[in-house]
């Protein structure tokens, strides 16, 4: 993910009125007319959000022929599925932006099969109902361990964190120690470019470390 990128969607989503338009998308296509009679807005202060959306991606619109024998509509249509993850607490800091594909499902066939046991036994909407809360269930289960996972990550930040900070003088190394320890990041090339650094830059401060510590982690 881009950095820019992800603070792009993000100050779309901050809106709350583009945030309702995506909501409203998210169910099936629809036209500004429409959105901006259900959302209480003007016309044009629905059509500047979606030019906004559409310039990101995120929606796209094409035109279409009127129920009604009108002029033709420009409707509008998602035009992409990811999800945003922030994770924030006194040593926890990481942003996510994924996108989601169909190929993501491959290999999980056996969980789809066992959360759609029992939809032929009921009529078609009953049975994708039972389906969603099915799914439901079991995003709830998965939370519960990320939240679990991600308390237990934090304390062993903390603790790796304080050992830092109490043992290592130069804020330049501390900071070093810091991106390797939560990033996993071994590679000096890579941690240089990181921080926008040369190669050679971080090597002297991995073979100070060495030298003047126990640290051992290259």
Known sequence: MEVD???????????RTRRRILQLLSKEENYPLEMSRYLNTSQQSISKHLKKLEDQGLVVSKRSESEKGGPPTKTYTLNR?????????????????DDLRDEDIEGFKEIEEKLAEGMVEESFLEGHRKLIQNIKREFDRLENKRR???????????????????????????????????????????????????????????????????????
């Open 81 to 97: 599925e990811f999800t945003i993850r922030i994770d924030i607490g006194p040593q926890l800091f990481s942003t996510e932006l």
């Open 148 to 218: 679990y996972l991600l308390k237990l990550k934090e304390k062993a930040l903390s603790q790796a964190y304080r050992y830092i900070h109490e043992n290592i003088d130069d804020y330049r190394k501390r900071e070093i120690l810091y991106h390797t320890i939560e990033s996993g990041e071994t590679d000096p090339k890579k941690i240089a470019k990181q921080f926008n650094v040369r190669e050679d830059e971080i090597k002297k401060i991995i073979f100070d470390l060495k030298r003047e510590t126990d640290v051992n982690i290259w």
């Open 5 to 15: 990128e992800f603070d792009a969607i993000i100050q779309l989503l901050q809106n």
